[in-house]
């Protein structure tokens, strides 16, 4: 084993603001693309929208900060606009933007639009119909030009498990629910349309025929929709050219272009690295180019359309994001987050160079690196191989294999590099059994095994303690002893737990909140938080070193800053615009990770 050849990635030093990142890495995350009738391609980002020349898209021919990041984008019929659903971790809006003219409007907010924005432009383009993520959901028109909102309509209950939707020229919509679709009418009639579900989700309406995300074809036989020959294989979503001839059909390894006049594939490229997962429109086409996101690479692929055997270029500098943060000297190692069910990456950034270099082990569960950067502890399974923790130094060389009776699970080390603690489940019958297991380097056995039965677990180690929370049982062991410092039971959902360097406190984040734990006193704390426009449950929880502050990434994008002596809330910082995934506290600073593909620094924070 060993690591890839070196790479670079972007790192963006800011202007060191307080309460403000002060440096990010990575550009990034594609989401969404689109071409203009000059043929430019249009990508809209996790951070900013920018413009390209698709034959030589490096370095792109303008940039938009649009306060948030894209999530859904569709070109506008006149061919010189985009229209964008973008969300921060304040709310969300539609925007309009005309690159060539360097204009951005902004159409209407919203608190939040769900998981991902469902809407579609009339095929005149001068209307914009959406579905308002909601109890009950419900359907809104609005005006292109000025963003007045023209008629509201209420939809089935079923209508919150759709994918996309489609307006005819009449102004009759098509939406897909979770077992069935419906036809929507402008005075607010509903009628059943059997043929879509939640994966044949109409987006395209032309001729009196319908298109879906998957590919298939649906025209009028005597009134009624009846299916026809579409693509052959199943798409994952599906994007509209701006002059409506083209649309291009994504998959996890095929993008495919469809003539809507010619009712024919014409462009096919088969490519592992597509891979899928992520919010947004993945493939858009013009008259003479194809674009693509490899979700696996966090790359754009371009090709000319009339070549699809290899892209002629490729657009770089984003990121996936990353599960977990570690610091040893100038150097940060991540655990990538790849798309669902793809492999885990170590990847490991030089902080000042930006040069990176990954590391591939089976697929990577979890990893620990030791502060000094020459121990890497990495729990994978490898195909057809039992789950094991591996010892890596510095080179990635393998110095020991434990095999462990789990299907899974997280590992931990202590801040002091003295101690690493592994986290272990296994499927059962009824709850999986779970067991939390530490040691010191260079043992051959495990100082305490704590065991329980829970799908809800956590681990943590400092310099002199270890807490474990299985299910609803918080316990804290002094390392080194078997007699716990703290017992207690806390009736929540734990999706992350953090320990203090001292060992005083005990952090969770959990579905009901967040709460905060003494462990000398037993004294069970809630931490309020206002984080504005919908509920939202923490996802990570750290500590600073000194354990004055402790910090809460949210789904939305913000960090709650709460102080450890009294559990109040001093601050929320607004900096990605998806999902936190990792924080630490490194070098006197908090960093954080996001969905949005960005791992950012923060300055100043009191």
Known sequence: MSWDPPDLVPIFRRYAAPGAPILQIFLGKPHALAFLADGSLVVGGSRELTVHDPAAPTPPRATFDLDGGVEWMTAHPDGVSVVAAVRNSRGSAVVRVWPAAGKIVRLFTAPSFGWMFIGN????????????????????????????????????????????????????????????????????????????????????????????????????VEGKLEQFPGLKDSANGGSISHDRRHLTFHAARFVQVWDVL????????????LGGGWRGQAAAASATHVAAIEHLEATVAIWRIDQPAEPIAKLGGYGQGAGRLSFHGDSLTVKVLLPLHKQHMVTEIDLQSGAAQSLRVGQIHDFVRTRDGQRIVALREGYHQPIGVLHLDAAAAELEEIEVKANGGALALAPNDATWGFLGYRYTDREPSVQAQWRAFGATKWAKTVKGHSHWYALELCDTAAAVMIGPDLSVFPLGKSKPLLTTSIAVTPRALALSRDGAYVGLACDEGIRLVHVASGVIT????????????????????RGVWVFVGFPNGAITQHRVATGALVAVLHGHNDDVRALAWHDGSLWSSSEDGTILRWGDLG
């Open 121 to 220: 432009l009339s095929p005149d383009g001068t209307q914009l119909v959406w579905r308002r993520y909601g109890e009950p959901p419900t359907l809104h028109t609005v005006d292109v030009e000025t963003g007045a909102e023209l008629r509201e309509l209420p939809l089935p209950q079923a209508t919150m498990r759709a994918a996309a939707l489609a307006v005819r020229p009449d102004g009759a919509v098509y939406i897909n629910g979770e077992e069935g679709g419906h036809l929507v009418h402008p005075d607010g009639r509903v009628e059943a349309c059997t043929h879509f579900d939640s994966f044949t989700a109409p987006f395209f309406v032309a001729g009196g025929g319908v298109m879906t995300i998957n590919g298939r074809r649906f025209g009028p």
């Open 262 to 273: 010619a009712r024919s594939v014409i462009f096919s490229a088969d490519r592992a690295a």
């Open 526 to 545: 809630e931490l309020k938080y206002g984080i504005g426009h919908e509920p939202h449950w923490p996802k990570c929880i750290c500590f600073d070193e």
